[in-house]
């Protein structure tokens, strides 16, 4: 089972920024928190992962809480292509046994 | 990113035959690849975990003799199903661990395969 909990849908408008929260108030101290999203009938895309630091890259922000509980993914200038399922994984297994679990995710609807 | 590649990105079959599914880590060795399925309004769910020189480990449920998973190279994974039925068709998807031994290691996914079954 998923071990994360996240919104089942939110709206955003272009060009603003998009918060998504997710819970994972069950994670273990070596366990990371993944970002993927979807849009329709493609496969996953990768967005950003972390630890425990807060985290950057050209597509997004990713920032933990210090106690690792919870995580939002920030989407600086969200555009009409950031429509799509977003999903926030914590990594399953350790040790070259990982495996991603998905839960329902976001469904993040940008708006003109 | 690393780049994992499906093919066919489409097929439909006729009830009954075997239809199989290639993944292939484009430029990275991939020792650990993941299958999934996913059918319409619905979440990935895994199917199973592919290991390069190893059978295969099935998640809870999975028919293994329906759906065999081999692992033959470090860059090519394929997912058989076999003695297709109309309530398998699906989107499946498959998705690699990039290099590097670390835990954090990125996992990329590949962009699938639909299958139609009549």
């Known amino acids: 089972d998923a071990k994360t909990t996240q919104p089942p849908s939110m709206d955003c408008a272009e060009g603003r920024a998009a918060n998504l929260p997710c819970n994972h108030s069950t994670i273990s101290g070596n366990e990371y928190v993944y970002w993927y999203r979807q849009i329709h009938s493609q496969g996953p895309q990768y967005i950003i992962h972390?630890?425990?630091n807060n985290e950057t890259n050209e597509m997004a922000s990713l920032i933990i809480t210090e106690d690792r509980k919870s995580s939002t993914l920030i989407l600086p200038h969200a555009t009409l292509r950031d429509t799509a399922v977003y999903y926030c994984?914590?990594?399953?297994?350790?040790?070259?046994?990982?495996?991603?679990?998905f839960g329902k995710g976001t469904k993040l609807t940008v708006n003109p | 990113g690393a780049v994992v590649s499906q093919h066919p990105s489409r097929v439909i079959c006729k009830s009954g035959t075997s239809v199989k599914i290639e993944c292939r880590s484009l430029?990275?060795?991939?020792?650990?690849m993941f299958w999934y399925r996913q059918f319409p309004k619905q979440s990935l769910m895994l199917m199973a975990t592919s290991n390069e020189g190893s059978k295969a480990t099935y998640e809870q449920g999975v028919e293994k003799d329906k759906f065999l998973i081999n692992h033959a190279s470090l860059t090519l994974s394929t997912l058989t199903v076999t003695s297709a039925h109309p309530e398998d068709s699906s989107f499946y998807i498959c998705?690699?661990?990039?290099?590097?031994?670390?835990?954090?290691?990125?996992?990329?996914f590949g962009e699938g395969s639909w299958l139609t079954v009549v």
């Open positions: 998705s690699a661990r990039g290099p590097g031994p670390y835990s954090g290691n990125t996992i990329y």
């Open positions: 994984i914590v990594r399953v297994g350790q040790g070259g046994s990982e495996k991603l679990v």
């Open positions: 430029d990275f060795q991939a020792t650990t």
């Open positions: 972390g630890l425990k």
